[in-house]
């Protein structure tokens, strides 16, 4: 990342249920305040193509785009600020997938955690290992990596079960760039392990399987009906209460600050009563939430302004990624016939071929490059390398440094010392960047 390029982020939010209290705590509000950052671009996006992996009501998947995109907007997100998009908007998203498709080993998709979670089941159950098991599970992982890599994203807000998505987006990348040259850019796993976990009204994380949340933009009644339902155990008012494993006051922490987090803990020693205590934790909610409510109830009521906002982001999103795909199928070769013949007659009249590095594997497993002259010849070749994220980090170097970078790479390259090096200079030259 140079340093007039913005850092960019990126976080997908998939498309199925409606949101809860602990999704509001665990990332929606963390993301909206990052997003307000300044010096950083903030991708989101409703990703209902991965809905469509889990879930196959077409109502509920409408449904759900609705409701999730007008929390997170009732939230704060400004979508004048960050570009806020719906995935399926955005055809080059597909396109890129199909790409990084042909690039990415089976092997690196066996390895991932849902599909091995399945063979697991199957397993256990006594199956077939691929029962239930379609290809769009078992390519989520690509399908994902397009959605990172179509942007260039720097980092990627993920729980630690998703760090493997983000190395495999990166192995993914590595791999096209050392087929293709350097298109795409490696993200970063950017893990918050301050985000809190919500207990639910059983005690246990808040979870829609465990059907124990509490609805994020429900009615105010119902909210105050479901934080009353909260488990608590038989001590009366005037006991002692203690806050360790409490759900209420767990609860209660993730909205207040420090001092009303004081005030309540001895409201817990002086022996407060459960009922004063889901009063007093209700209202601290509402008092965050409720002003919140009342826009999503209008985005919810009126769904042609959440189709704007959504579409004028696919716009957004499109002016970049139209460009980068249009930048990427020339390099796989994916070219117009006349321009490549036009390119190669100018090549012709100018004699002005430039060299370029070839990127290669052989047999051996091991990953190589050579430096080749308009006529073939090869100016500079290199030793085998574990992984074709460092033959690309070697090229890279050769291309930003040129001949300044021989002297520190000389471990990692055949140099023939009885070729005169002119010639591997002046081409090094004509390539640096």
């Not at 691929?130 to 990172?148: C, Q, R």
């Not at 493997?164 to 192995?171: G, L, T």
């Amino acid at each position: 990342m140079s340093a007039q390029q913005p850092l960019r982020v990126l976080t997908g939010i998939t498309t199925t249920g409606t949101p809860h209290l602990g999704n509001y705590v665990g990332s929606i509000r963390a993301s909206v305040r990052a997003s307000q950052q300044p010096g950083v671009q903030s991708f989101y996006f409703l990703a209902d193509y991965h809905a469509l992996i889990k879930c196959d009501e077409p109502a509920r998947i409408q449904r759900s785009t609705l409701e999730i995109a007008a929390s997170w907007l009732a939230a704060g997100l400004d979508p004048e600020r960050v570009t806020f998009y719906r995935q399926s908007d955005v055809p080059e998203i597909p396109e890129l997938t199909w790409l990084l498709t042909c690039v990415t080993g089976k092997g690196l998709l066996n390895r991932a955690h849902a599909y091995k979670a399945m063979l697991d089941k199957n397993a256990a159950a006594g199956a077939d290992p691929d029962s239930d098991v379609t290809a769009g599970l078992f390519m989520y992982p690509v399908l994902m990596g397009a959605d990172i890599l179509m942007f260039k994203a720097h980092q990627v807000p993920v729980g630690r079960d998703q760090i493997q998505h983000i190395e495999m987006a990166r192995d993914m990348a590595a791999s096209f760039n050392h087929l293709y040259g350097e298109h795409l850019v490696l993200p970063e796993a950017l893990i918050d392990s301050n985000v809190a976990l919500l207990p639910g009204l059983d005690g246990r994380k808040m979870s829609k399987s465990y059907d124990n949340t509490i609805a994020l933009f429900g009615p105010r009644e119902q909210l105050r009906k479901q934080i009353m339902g909260i488990v608590t155990d038989s001590r009366a008012p005037g006991e002692p209460k203690d806050t360790e494993g409490s759900a209420l006051y767990q609860i209660y922490r993730a909205f207040a600050d420090d001092a009303e987090a004081a005030a309540f803990a001895q409201a817990f020693a002086d022996g407060i009563g459960w009922g004063d205590a889901k009063q007093q934790l209700f209202e601290r909610i509402d008092r965050e939430i409720g002003p919140m409510r009342e826009r999503y109830q209008h985005l919810i009521a009126h769904p042609q302004e959440v189709e704007r906002l959504l579409l004028a982001g696919a716009e957004k999103a499109r002016a970049l990624a139209t460009p980068f795909m249009a930048e990427l199928r020339h390099a796989v070769g994916l070219r117009s016939l006349q321009a490549s013949a036009q390119a190669q007659s100018a090549q012709t009249a100018t004699k002005t071929v430039a060299a370029s590095f070839k990127q290669y594997r052989e047999a051996d497993g091991r990953f190589y490059f050579k430096l080749v002259d308009a006529a073939g010849q090869v100016l500079l070749q290199s030793r085998g390398f574990e992984s074709p994220r460092e033959a690309g980090q070697a090229v890279k170097r050769l291309q930003t440094e040129g001949a300044a970078a021989l002297a520190s790479l000389a471990p990692q390259l055949d140099l023939d010392a009885s070729q005169p090096d002119a010639p591997l200079r002046q081409a090094l030259a004509q390539l640096k960047v």
